[in-house]
């Protein structure tokens, strides 16, 4: 009995600590539908979606009594809450809530909206009853309990508790119970089931949690979508160490194991002798649970299928002596490897490699239909950053975006190193890159105990010596060996570093290992410690110290130690950008900067030479870094610079310049899209706060500020979307004279900052936009009053507006004068009142339009939200509750839940199927129906869809077909087929929409469809285009046949890359250039603009072999249109053309589309320089000095040195910079 309340105790303590809702309520479900099935062994879960992740929804579980009478519903929510959370989480009503204005309105409590499900159900279903469960992993008080009991009787809802003790009972006391104990909880439990093989594939990827960051901190990776949907039995990971190959598969294992899937780690030494996967899985089932019988009737893979496969992941297979015969034995398991065939197998295999051992897979085995490589980069830096915040939520420490920015590029945006960021001890150290390889030096002598930490310390600073000696940052292995012939000490500690892989490895290239740090940062911190070194013995007479690339370095070295003013000149005369850097790190570890460093900077920037085109460049990376430097010295180093870009106004306004800021805003629109603005204000507007605020605010009470000011000052106000301006806004707008020319400003400003005063602030503003002319000047531009809003203020309210001035926008729409400029204005922004507002416009519209009349802007809008959610930006949940409430309801008007259905599907969701099926919702409306299940690719509205096209539909629902391909089209094909008159071109819509299909059914069954028919059809282009992309010999004949006898054969030709769907996003497509062959035939029947997009295919997919064969012969460029550089005299005319639009502002776009052509640059250097001295101009100059300093080489500076180029005014000057700018990029 003992163990008995012991095993009791420990469920419920383990129950307490369950924190995610997901987790918790899966586990309340199962317990509910266990514990009482006559209730809830139908309970559904809207809460949750397919991935085991919560999503919004009023209940978390619905069912109904089968066959109840009356109707009884039966409704869930599950919480997690603390036990003195849970009153407000079951019972609290916002109608009984006072909150402020600028607040959200609470979420109702679950018993709350429980009710108002239940009564809303019951209006249309007088009688029914309901019972609503609450299971929670607290114990509430007596208190709590009677009064949620007392409170449903009053509303006529039987409320059943299921507190922690009772549902501990449950799993407790019953045999399935204890294996959702185990699975949730675990807590042992003794027989193989899939419940305790799920919780063996719990434990065995516990293996991984020394390895890997915590699930606390994990993010999504963009390479997770290209796990989830492969479909290979084996997936290597390919990557350097540290990537986070192990982290990401393991969350793709966990999400797998989580969706009720199983999955085993094996260490690769398991695999060192060679065995059967099956020999294999028994091995670490047995390692977990070693009561498992060999002979036992529950086969691991007989519990698994394709569908959802066994998964397994190999551990630490780069550092085992055997990765080539292990490797080769995980091949072996592949069935039909020998035949290359592709097999659907019921496990997968992941295996995280490093590059070098890709030349482990033989030729021989190098089958793609049987396994599959999927390279793993660094974070990107959306990545990055959103890796960072998720770590300062983690550790209680609150991330700007522009600090996570900053962050994650002083770490080079590595997942290891982010992992290794140490938000406890300090919020930004200065020294990560340092602490953290001292960090790793102390382990490895910890583990080898061989050599002190020092040691391995100083044999890396000798290594960076010698690389920057040598002016090699990446040498070969023998090379190394060769820089250490009499030192086999510091080559013993060498190896053991490049062993451990995490400061440095080797990569394999060529015939070679090449010596590679994990990255730069860490290179760059090895450097400093060099370079540092040579500082204090005196070596300054090293080429390193003059070299720009080296800015950074030499500038942390500096940092490091005191160094005496001689060399403090000397680093002004030879690389002065490096002084930047000293002021820079000596902020970030909150030292006062040396005196000497900044008088170094201002005698530099003084000085003519500093001053002086040559210098251009290196003002303008040292203002970049100024902008990120917080100190009173910045101001008056800014003011030495003559330059005024954006970095010079940030580096004052980030140190506390109000007119900076206003500047800042006056040269970009609120509604042009600039992250980087947003993020600095949104860091500027944080540190300074109130004075900020107090500054603006005396500032927009002057009378005497000119335009260009009021409206920097008007836009900045709307940045800080603070009330205490608005007082300010509507002195400005009452005393401004010009008002009208900064209207939208003021909207701007007044929208975001007009508090619970929108009619007060905004009121005055709208009434005399309402007086503008709108009358437009030529027919089909924007009136003056259109125009106020359609120049920005919509995409500057998409991402901010005051809920009050919103609320007033749309109320103010009502009145026709400003009606549409309004509407289209607020058109962009999620929040249910305003989407609400446009759909109702939109089925206006629709009811009284002419036929055949269109208004695009529909169809823009629901392009923008789908933009948006391709973005990460979807409509939010809030506001497609509304627009399911109204298409749902069959009392509402057809046009308007048209319109609300459209706007809802703009943003797709994996439970929206789940309302699309329903049939009640689509009476009224199945056309439309139909058409969004197809578009979702729902395979079980294929049989609706048929019965409508056999009822005769027209061309609109054909087109719908291709979403949902299956062969049960073809008879209806074939019918329509032989309903074919023939002997013409064959181009109506419905042929159109029947070709399209015929792209994605099976070519076989296509092509005997053509050959049948072909009589009817020989004469189409649209047909003869769709027989080509089949390949079909057969066909091929009777298509060269038909052009043959065409009197107009190049009119069969044409559109065809749209019919092949070249170009076109989502659609069939080429798939490989043995496709293209079938077109050679016919390619002087393309027109130039087909012609150029084949062109264009080939070189983007690297279809060069054809390309060139086939068609660079029949191209021919126009200089004012398209080059395609395919000799030196294209590359002339292209140099030509670039001059004569100059100034080369497009100079980044002229080498994009070179190197798109797949040009040689070797050719386009050459050329330069003969080009270069024929024009012998300045223009010329400067355009091929962008061009190298873009893509050339160190070498490739002797370009711009042509006869006498020192005798044109500023040439010396450019080819200065432009040195700068080579050397700063690059030591080759």
Not at 297 to 308: G, M
Not at 857 to 871: L, V
Request: hydrophobic share 40%; glycine share 4%; with cysteine.
């Amino acid at each position: 009995m003992s163990d008995l309340m012991a095993d009791h105790s420990r469920t419920f303590r383990e129950l307490a600590k369950i924190t995610d809702p997901g987790l918790f309520e899966r586990l309340a479900t199962s317990v509910l539908r266990l514990g009482c099935p006559e209730l809830y062994s139908n309970l559904t879960h809207p809460g949750m979606n397919s991935k085991g992740r919560t999503v919004k929804s009023p209940v978390d579980g619905l069912s109904f009594v089968p066959n109840s009478d009356p109707l009884h519903m039966v409704i869930a929510h599950h919480s997690t809450v603390e036990r003195d959370d849970l009153r407000n989480k079951w019972l609290l009503d916002p109608k009984n809530v006072k909150h402020r204005a600028k607040s959200s309105t609470p979420t109702p409590g679950d018993v709350i909206k429980a009710i108002e499900l239940f009564e809303k159900f019951k209006r249309d279903n007088p009688g029914t009853k309901a019972t609503l469960a609450l299971t929670t992993n607290r114990e509430p008080d007596h208190l709590l309990h009677s009064d949620v009991v007392s409170f449903g009787k009053n509303k006529s809802i039987s409320i059943d508790v299921w507190s922690a003790s009772r549902i501990a009972d449950i799993l407790d006391n019953t045999p399935k119970g204890q294996w959702l104990r185990k699975e949730y909880l675990g807590i042992e439990q003794q027989l193989l089931s899939e419940e305790l093989l799920h919780e063996i594939s719990r434990k065995s990827l516990n293996k991984l949690n020394h390895a890997t960051s915590s699930d606390d901190v994990l993010i999504d990776r963009e390479i997770d979508s290209a796990l989830d949907y492969n479909l290979f039995p084996l997936v290597f990971l390919v990557g350097e160490s540290g990537m986070g190959k192990t982290t990401i598969a393991r969350k793709y294992l966990k999400r797998h194991v989580e969706g009720s899937g199983f999955a085993l780690v094996f260490n690769a030494g398991q695999l060192a002798e060679k065995c059967s996967i099956e020999k294999a899985i028994y091995n670490e089932l047995n390692n977990h649970f070693s009561n498992l019988e060999k002979d036992s009737d529950a086969s691991v893979l007989d519990l698994c299928s394709p569908e959802k496969p066994l998964l397994i992941l190999i551990e630490d297979i780069n550092r085992v002596n055997q990765t080539q015969m292990i490797i080769d034995n995980l091949i072996s398991w592949i069935p039909g490897s020998k035949e290359k065939e592709r097999v659907r197998c019921n496990w997968q295999v992941l295996c995280p490699i490093w590059p070098e051992y890709l030349e482990y897979l033989p030729s021989q085995k190098r089958d793609r239909s049987l396994y599959i490589t999927l390279s793993i980069q660094r974070y990107s830096q959306e990545e990055a950053s959103s890796a960072i915040i998720r770590q300062g939520e983690y550790f209680n420490r609150e991330v700007t975006q522009f600090e996570a920015n900053r962050i994650a590029e002083e770490l080079g945006n590595d997942p290891l190193l982010i992992d290794l960021f140490d938000f406890e001890n300090t919020k930004v150290s200065p020294d990560i890159i340092d602490n953290f390889i001292e960090k790793e030096f102390a382990l490895i002598s910890l583990e080898n105990r061989k050599f002190a930490k020092s040691d391995y310390l100083s044999v890396l600073s000798h290594l960076a010596e010698r690389m920057l000696s040598q002016r090699n940052l990446e040498p070969a292995w023998a090379e190394v060996r060769r820089w250490f012939p009499s030192e086999s000490f510091q080559l013993a500690r060498l190896s053991e570093i490049v062993w451990k892989g995490t400061v440095l490895s080797l990569v394999k290239s060529g015939n070679q290992e090449i010596v590679k740090f994990r990255h730069e940062r860490i290179r760059s911190a090895t450097l400093s410690i060099a370079i540092r070194d040579m500082l204090i013995f005196g070596q300054t007479d090293s080429e390193v110290f003059s070299d720009p690339f080296y800015a950074e370095e030499i500038g942390k070295a500096i940092t490091d130690i005191q160094v005496k003013d001689e060399i403090l000149e000397f680093i002004k005369l030879n690389n002065p950008l490096s002084l930047f850097y000293v002021l820079q790190k000596t902020v970030v570890k909150k030292d006062v900067p040396n005196a000497g460093i900044v008088s170094a900077i201002k005698d530099f920037l003084k000085s003519e030479i500093g001053q002086s085109i040559s210098n251009f460049s290196l003002r303008d990376q040292a203002l970049r870094i100024l902008e990120n430097i917080e100190s009173p010295c910045v101001t008056e180093i800014v003011g030495l610079f003559k330059e005024r870009s954006f970095s010079y106004y940030f580096a004052l306004f980030v140190n506390g310049s109000l007119s900076a800021g206003i500047q800042i805003c006056q040269m970009l629109e609120p509604g042009v899209n600039a992250p980087w603005r947003d993020l600095k204000i949104d860091f500027i507007k944080k540190k300074f706060k109130g004075n900020l605020i107090n500054s603006l605010n005396n500032y927009l009470f002057q009378d005497k500020l000119n335009r260009q000011q009021r409206m920097g000052a008007l836009r900045l106000a709307g940045y800080l979307t603070d009330e205490r301006l608005s007082s300010a806004i509507l002195y400005s707008w009452e005393n401004d004279d010009g008002r009208l020319d900064v209207l939208d400003d003021y909207l701007f400003a007044a929208a975001q900052c007009c508090g619970n005063r929108p009619d007060e602030i905004i009121g005055p503003i709208c009434a005399e936009w309402a007086t503008i002319s709108d009358e437009p000047a030529q027919k089909g531009n924007y009136s003056p009053r259109q125009r106020i809003s359609a120049d920005g203020l919509d995409w500057a309210f998409s991402r901010s507006i005051s809920e009050p001035a919103l609320l007033y926008f749309i109320e103010r729409a009502k009145s026709e004068d400003l009606h549409w400029p309004i509407t289209s204005m607020i058109s962009h922004i999620d929040y249910p009142r305003a989407i609400l507002h446009l759909v109702k416009k939109f089925a206006d519209y629709e009811k009284d339009k002419e036929e055949g009349s269109f208004w695009p802007f529909i169809s823009f809008i629901h392009d923008y939200w789908r933009r948006r959610q391709e973005q990460g930006r979807p409509m939010s949940e809030v506001v497609r509750e509304e627009l399911l409430k109204i298409w749902s309801d069959l009392k509402n008007e057809y046009h308007l839940r048209t319109q609300a259905l459209f706007m809802w599907s703009a943003t797709k969701k994996e439970s929206d199927l789940f309302y699309l099926r329903n049939s009640d919702f689509k009476v009224g409306i199945e056309n439309e129906i139909i058409r969004l299940r197809a578009f979702y690719q729902d395979p079980l509205v294929i049989q609706e869809l048929l019965s409508k096209l056999k009822g005769g539909q027209g061309d609109n629902l054909w087109r719908l077909a291709k979403y949902i391909p299956s062969n049960e089209y073809i008879d209806l094909l074939e019918n329509y087929l032989k309903g074919l008159k023939g002997g013409s071109d064959q181009r109506s819509n419905m042929d159109h929409a029947v070709s399209d299909l015929m792209m994605y059914l099976d070519p076989v069954a296509i092509g005997n469809l053509l050959l049948k028919y072909w009589e009817k059809i020989k004469d189409s282009s649209l047909y003869i285009q769709t027989a080509l992309y089949f390949s079909n010999p057969s066909l091929l004949k009777l298509v060269e046949a038909s052009v043959q006898e065409s009197d107009n054969p190049n009119k069969l030709f044409e559109h065809i890359v749209f019919q092949w769907g070249i170009g076109v996003e989502g659609t069939h497509g080429v798939k490989n250039e043995q496709q293209l062959l079938v077109l050679v035939p016919y390619l002087s029947l393309l027109g130039d603009s087909q012609f150029s997009m084949l062109w264009d295919l080939c070189n983007k997919n690297g279809w060069l072999e054809f390309r060139r064969e086939y068609l660079d012969g029949m191209v021919k460029s126009d200089k004012e249109r398209k080059i395609y550089y395919l000799d030196n005299e294209d590359i002339r005319s292209a140099l030509d053309r670039e001059l004569k639009f100059g100034p080369h502002y497009s100079v980044d776009f002229f080498i994009e589309n070179y190197l798109k052509a797949n040009a040689s640059l070797q050719a386009l250097l050459s050329v330069a320089r003969e080009w270069l001295d024929e024009k012998k101009s300045i223009e010329a100059l400067n355009l091929i000095a962008q061009i190298i300093a873009v893509v050339g080489k160190r070498k490739d500076i002797e370009i711009l040195k042509f006869d006498n180029y020192g005798q044109l005014e500023g040439g010396a000057q450019i080819v200065e910079d432009t040195k700068f700018v080579l050397y700063r990029r690059t030591l080759t």
